[in-house]
């Protein structure tokens, strides 16, 4: 079971990060200097990114929701062999 989880993050990771990053690139660094310029504490970053961010997130989300079916039935499929 490790194994199986090892090699879905291993096929997963990769493409959220990729979906993540392509996302961060359209966000303007003007509204981190204007929030800057406000005062606003690096924390109050996440208020800037993570709105911005959702579209990328709620992809990268559901992309990974329509796998977990196909490891279903992988384990399904397989139940009799581990039992045994």
């Excluded at 993050?9 to 800057?36: H, R």
């Excluded at 924390?43 to 559901?62: M, Y």
């Amino acid at each position: 079971m490790n194994m199986i989880i090892l090699a879905d993050a291993w096929k997963t990771v990769p493409n959220m990060t990729l979906l993540l990053l392509a996302g961060l690139q359209p966000i303007s660094a003007d509204l981190y200097e204007a929030a800057g310029s406000m005062g606003h504490a690096l924390a109050e970053v996440h208020p800037i990114t993570l709105p911005l961010l959702r579209p990328a997130i709620l992809v990268s989300v559901a992309l990974r929701i329509s796998c977990v079916p196909s490891l279903r039935h992988y384990l399904c499929a397989h139940r009799q062999r581990w039992s045994s």
